[in-house]
């Protein structure tokens, strides 16, 4: 347990330290036809050789999938998008791929500081990336803002945040509640129907549906500081914050057993073919070190490289968007052909959320211990 | 006897498993961190055909002067962010 915290506090630090880029190189990119840069504030503005102003750029950060997505976007002197350039992402490069490959950045060629720019209306939506692909186009009208303030005429007006709250957030709260209820049943039967009944709604909803499942991006960014706005992500607090609240109070996981996605897609395999636990005597340490050098090395590696997006490794998005790469899909049919033999082996040998759970347990009871012990002091002095 | 060989069969099953699945997770992270340049996408308008070949030069910094900038930004009325 010291170790791993030594591991985590100097992979945070490091990223904290080597994550600190400037986008003022790529400028000129920006800006074609100018043969000057000068910067004022936050605005750099483009010259000719004549010295007359041809167009200003500027930085405009938002919230992604993994972390803040940055761009610089330079603008015409007459208000015409000249340029849009990624500077920095942290998102989960599947995700992002889709939308290098959306053309998104294409499609601001033909536009206007002023236009929306919106995902949906007059910019095509990113299926299957649509976090990602939202952090980029509200960087890039943020970046607008900023040009438009300070370098035209007219400045873009702030953006109404409007709250989104729609059926995953109410599958979640009632997943949440169904587990709670099912804890505390006594009928054994009772609660193996509650059990399955959540895991199948799991699995539809916020598996099949909207792959929404937790995974270790959202620890990484949460212990990064990158947290995304509430307003475009309540889902994301309720179910980080559902999470970490009832296992640090309540010392129970409510997620994993009872409305996992994935876990209820292996569960179901294992009730096919009839796989049980199995966890060999001599071997069960080990592979429990295995399991928890797993979750330290990606959470260590996102935290370092302040990429929390790179760190993923979960198939979850590979069998519920049926989208990834070669080595994804093979890691998935290995697991799934595995759950036909073992019952969970991705929970029970692999997954980096079981070890995070089991930590935040292991520092309940210390918290605990040192609570009674420092009662027990007061009491006798 | 011959559960005792079943044992070893699906230990060693677990074993390969396991050592697989982490050679994968290995190849996921090292896809995940190679190719940063094909991953930094852009869009460039091109270089207007008047313009001077000259390269740009990397900026120089200017304090803003307070009397440059305006305190509130204009805003042009009836012209939202929705463009509306």
Not at chain 1, 148 to 161: H, I, S, V, W
Not at chain 1, 311 to 317: I, T, V
Not at chain 1, 355 to 376: C, H, M, Q, S, T
Request: aromatic letters at 10%.
């Amino acid at each position: 347990m010291v170790l791993a915290l030594v591991v985590l506090l100097g992979a945070w630090f490091y990223g904290y330290w080597a994550s600190n880029g400037s986008a003022s190189s790529l400028v000129p990119q920006v800006l074609p036809g100018a043969t000057s840069i000068e910067q004022q504030g936050d605005l750099f503005i483009g010259r000719d050789a004549g010295g007359k102003v041809i167009g200003y750029a500027a930085t405009g950060e938002a919230p992604g999938y993994g972390g803040p997505v940055t761009v610089l976007v330079g603008v015409t002197a007459d208000g015409a998008i000249s340029g849009v350039q990624l500077v920095t992402q942290r998102e989960s490069p599947g995700f992002f791929r889709l939308v290098t490959g959306s053309g998104l950045f294409d499609a601001y060629g033909s536009r206007n500081a002023y236009d929306p720019l919106r995902l949906g209306e007059d910019l095509d939506a990113v299926s299957g990336a649509t976090i990602s692909a939202e952090g980029v186009a509200s960087a890039v009208r943020v970046a607008l803002r900023e040009v438009t303030a300070k370098g035209l005429d007219a400045a873009r007006l702030p953006e109404r945040k409007r709250i989104k709250f729609g059926v995953p957030e109410v599958a979640l709260i009632l997943l949440f509640a169904a587990g709670y209820v099912g804890h505390r049943v006594r009928s054994g039967a009772w609660k193996r129907r509650i059990r399955w009944g959540t895991l199948l709604s799991g699995m539809v909803v916020l598996g099949f549906i909207y792959t929404a499942p937790l995974t270790i991006t959202m620890i990484i960014s949460l212990m990064s500081g990158y947290w995304p706005d509430w307003h475009n992500n309540l889902y994301w607090y309720l179910l980080l914050g559902g999470i970490l609240f009832v296992t640090t109070v309540d010392a129970k996981n409510p997620y994993c057993y009872w409305f996992c996605p994935f876990g209820a897609v292996q569960e179901c395999l294992a009730a096919v073919s009839g796989a049980g636990h199995y966890r060999p005597r001599d071997l069960a340490r080990a592979l429990q070190w295995v399991q928890r050098g797993i979750a330290v090395a990606a959470i260590g590696l996102g935290l370092a490289l302040r990429r929390p997006g790179s760190a993923s490794f979960e198939p979850f998005a590979t069998l519920f968007d049926i989208r990834g790469g070669t080595v994804e899909w093979i890691f998935l049919a290995l697991i799934l052909l595995a759950s036909l033999i073992i019952y969970r082996p991705f929970c029970n040998y692999l997954c980096p959320l079981d070890p995070v759970v089991d930590f935040i347990a292991a520092g309940r009871r210390w918290i605990k211990e040192l609570a009674i012990k420092w009662r027990k002091r007061s009491t006798t002095a | 006897m011959a559960q005792k060989k079943y044992d070893r069969v699906k230990q060693s099953l677990l074993l390969v498993f396991v050592f697989a699945s982490v050679l994968l997770i290995g190849l996921i992270w090292a896809d995940g961190l190679v190719g940063d340049a094909e991953r930094t996408p852009s869009y460039y308008r091109g270089v207007p055909a008047d313009a001077e070949s000259t390269p740009a030069t990397l900026p120089t910094v200017t304090p803003l002067p307070p009397e440059a900038m305006p305190d509130e930004p204009l805003i042009l009325p009836g012209l939202d962010d929705d463009g509306a």
